[in-house]
């Protein structure tokens, strides 16, 4: 492909606690996902980010995720579908005004942590999601996961489905992020990284943890914004593709 967006998870501070370098990846990115308050980010943070992003006429997407800030997103929450629509549609609505009140406006949404792996397989989380979404009004695209339950759930509700790949997460032979609990899921070498982007966005593949080439189709690709060197890693996944003549620009 000739153009592919970047994206990465930014907005994640908390009060006295900070988490990443927003700024410096702003530099790297054409898109980002903005954390709305559930996972992590507080509202003057949230608002900043937006306004920051907007300065950088980066694209900012809603990053919704469980309600559980102690654990950072990433556990699974046994909520009902209702309660989690509910979750959803108001971590929309909260970064939609906060985008408003500094001059932008959200135009996707990404799910988070343990959300964004549980409704790959979970019908009723996922079809959760996609009902919020579609509650908004705002026809937002939703990034998900090549080969979702939710990826296609959004299909069938009329909603634009983006598949995204994953520049610094390691992936099974089945297509699927290797778990975080497990080692070697978590990738940290910036140029095989680099190198892996550029063979997704010009022929559509990656290579897996065990070695084995798998289809990748991804409009978009994230680099975590806290991941260890993220900012250094960004650089050179943006810069490899610019080489190999792949323009970087935001899908929505």
């Known amino acids: 492909m000739s153009t592919i967006d970047l994206n990465s998870d930014v907005g994640e501070s908390f009060g006295n606690w900070t988490m990443g370098d927003d700024a410096a990846i702003f530099e ?3 898109s980002a996902n903005v954390a709305c308050g559930f996972h992590a980010g507080d509202p ?3 608002k900043q980010t937006c306004k920051d ?5 980066i694209t900012i997407g809603a990053h919704v995720a469980y309600r559980d800030l102690a654990g950072f997103g990433r556990r699974f929450l046994d909520c009902s579908p209702q309660e989690l629509a509910d979750d959803v549609l108001y971590q929309i609505g909260a970064l939609e005004a906060m985008a408003r009140a ?5 135009k996707y949404v990404k799910p988070h942590g343990a959300l964004y792996n549980t409704i790959v397989h979970h019908e009723a989380h996922a079809q959760a999601v996609v ?8 026809e937002l ?3 998900l996961l090549p080969g979702s339950v939710a990826l296609a759930k959004a299909e069938q509700a009329g909603l634009r489905a983006v598949a995204e790949a ?5 992936y099974t032979p089945e297509g699927t992020l290797v778990s975080r609990r497990e080692p070697g899921a978590v990738l940290h070498d910036s140029t095989e990284v680099a190198r892996n982007m550029v063979r997704l966005a010009t022929t559509g593949k990656i290579i897996a943890i065990d070695g084995s080439e798998i289809d990748m189709p991804a409009e978009s690709i994230c680099v975590h914004g806290d991941t260890a060197g993220a900012v250094e890693m960004a650089r050179q996944v943006r810069t490899a593709l610019e080489d190999a003549g792949v323009t970087i620009k935001a899908f929505a």
């Open 131 to 138: 009902d919020a979404v579609k509650a908004s009004g705002l």
């Open 44 to 46: 003057s943070t949230i």
């Open 28 to 30: 790297s990115v054409s």
């Open 102 to 106: 500094v001059g932008g406006t959200i």
């Open 166 to 170: 994953f520049a610094d997460r390691a």
């Open 141 to 143: 695209p939703l990034l």
């Open 53 to 57: 992003a907007v300065a950088k006429n």
